[in-house]
């Protein structure tokens, strides 16, 4: 198989009427969605996308961030999603590194968009419709995505994902959890990450309802559980710790399946809280690179193989390398991955693609270890990558910024564990001349996202490194555990 029908369309005349969408209590059918889908299409036609042009979102989940992914896909433009959450700068060198043609903004980051080549939706919604040969199928080898993903030196990079990707990562999924024609499933992570558009492409290629929040709010997110027949719902572990806190003594309905966790694996006590509630977590492993999870990890497992990630998914192949050889049950090693949802590679990047991807095998940078039952155990994310609320952090690109004042003489950060976000970086300093913590953490303010900004800062005489210069995080590890 080499191309499909174009989904939406063939989603909107296999079940026009099923909901495809419920934003702000409103409904949105497939057979309403294609229509408002052709009509963006045919809008941005107007503005001048082409097939094969590379176009910016920089939106808050809503309607009209939706409407647009599937318009620029109908026309054979490719999507190129942009973090809200990042400062301008971050921003304005992304948008410049995927040459897009230009970015489309809403309300919610007007305030980012002054230095780009922009639109926002609302002129969009304006504009006139021009003629456009709207794909009627779609190839799987074709890039459809871009998602920027932090490197662990330097800028980062543009994951290119393929229809293929997306395709088979939905497939991987069903295959694993099953598929119910009731079945809903909670959107209140951002669009622009793989955990929230996959869930937008899995309502297509399944025709479920996707209820769309456009943040997460644990009150609103189990009010749609036990009021709305949410069935599914994926979360990190401070989102659930936080659904489960809020819903006291109550229990959600029988018509709850899951919860589908991402970012690391739960602590014990809040495994054992869903168990008394008879809710079931599914523990998963993935990606941008794997256009979302690639191992999960089953909630009959949850306890006697707590800290797993789980198995393999159906179309995934998984194994342990060490020096090149397949590694023995608790040896460590890393994270090899092979299957139809992974990555062709990086955006402008032949060396990074050439480094990752070898004989159709993507190379994680993961290191973990399997047991003899074959089910995965990640140590450590990307070596040195900091997970904060879900969002990684990698210490090079804070500590890159922390250089680039003009006091600051070096830098390492590491992280730190925190009980409401899993990890929060921290940052040891040599300067060269007096500055405060807080004037530092000001610079770092107008310079990162916020989640990346370090949450402390030491100073010291200098920092460990190693005979080639190269940073001893375990050192500053033991700095900060010696505490």
């Given at each position: ?196 558009l996959s869930i937008l492409m899995r309502s297509i290629i399944y ?198 004042h003009e006091y600051v003489e070096d830098a390492g950060v590491i ?69």
């Amino acid at each position: 198989m080499t191309s499909i029908p174009n989904w939406l369309k063939k989603r909107a005349h296999l079940t026009p009427d099923r909901i495809a969408l419920t934003v702000n209590e409103e409904n949105i059918t497939f057979s309403m969605l294609e229509r408002l889908v052709s009509k963006r299409a045919r809008q941005l036609a107007t503005l001048g996308v082409q097939r094969h042009d590379y176009v910016g979102i920089l939106m808050k989940n809503s309607i009209e961030m939706v409407i647009t992914i599937h318009a620029i896909h109908y026309i054979g433009a490719v999507a190129v999603f942009f973090n809200n959450r990042l400062t301008e700068r971050e921003i304005t060198w992304q948008t410049n590194d995927a040459s897009v043609k230009f970015t489309i903004y809403d309300e919610h980051t007007a305030h980012l968009s002054h230095n780009l080549i922009a639109v926002s939706i609302k002129e969009i919604q304006t504009l006139e419709e021009s003629d456009v040969e709207i794909m009627s199928e779609y190839h799987l080898n074709e890039v459809a995505t871009v998602m920027y993903t932090s490197g662990t030196t330097g800028n980062p990079k543009g994951v290119l994902q393929t229809y293929g990707n997306h395709w088979w990562s939905a497939i991987g999924s069903v295959l694993n959890i099953g598929l119910q024609e009731k079945d809903t499933w909670l959107c209140a992570v951002p669009l622009f990450h793989i955990s929230g558009l996959s869930i937008l492409m899995r309502s297509i290629i399944y025709g479920i309802r996707v209820i769309l929040h456009p943040s997460f709010h644990p009150e609103k997110a189990n009010e749609a559980i036990i009021n709305e027949g949410v069935s599914i719902v994926s979360v990190v572990s401070t989102m659930l710790q936080q659904m489960i806190d809020g819903l006291g003594g109550k229990n959600y309905p029988s018509t709850f399946r899951c919860m589908l966790l991402g970012g690391g694996p739960a602590p014990l006590s809040l495994l054992q809280k869903c168990q008394k509630k008879e809710i079931d977590v599914f523990q998963t492993y993935g990606m941008t690179e794997t256009a979302s999870q690639v191992v999960t990890l089953a909630p009959e497992y949850s306890v006697s193989k707590l800290g797993s990630a789980g198995k393999p998914l159906y179309p995934v192949e998984m194994r342990i390398l060490k020096d090149g050889k397949a590694c023995n049950p608790f040896e460590e090693g890393e994270i090899v991955i092979k299957g139809p949802n992974v990555t062709i590679g990086y955006l402008n990047r032949p060396d990074a693609t050439g480094e990752a991807i070898r004989d159709g095998w993507f190379y994680t940078g993961d290191i973990g270890y399997v047991d003899e039952e074959g089910f995965l155990y990640v140590l450590d994310r990307r070596k040195d990558l900091i997970v904060s609320g879900g969002e990684n952090v990698y210490p090079a690109e804070v500590e890159a910024i922390l250089v680039s004042h003009e006091y600051v003489e070096d830098a390492g950060v590491i992280g730190r564990k925190d009980a409401k976000w899993g990890q929060v970086p921290v940052a040891f300093v040599v300067t060269s001349k007096q500055i405060s913590e807080l004037e530092l953490i000001a610079f770092c303010q107008k310079q990162l996202a916020k989640y990346k900004i370090p949450k402390e800062i030491r100073f010291v005489k200098n920092l460990p490194r190693n005979a080639s210069k190269k940073l001893l995080r375990r050192k500053l590890q033991e700095w900060l555990d010696d505490e």
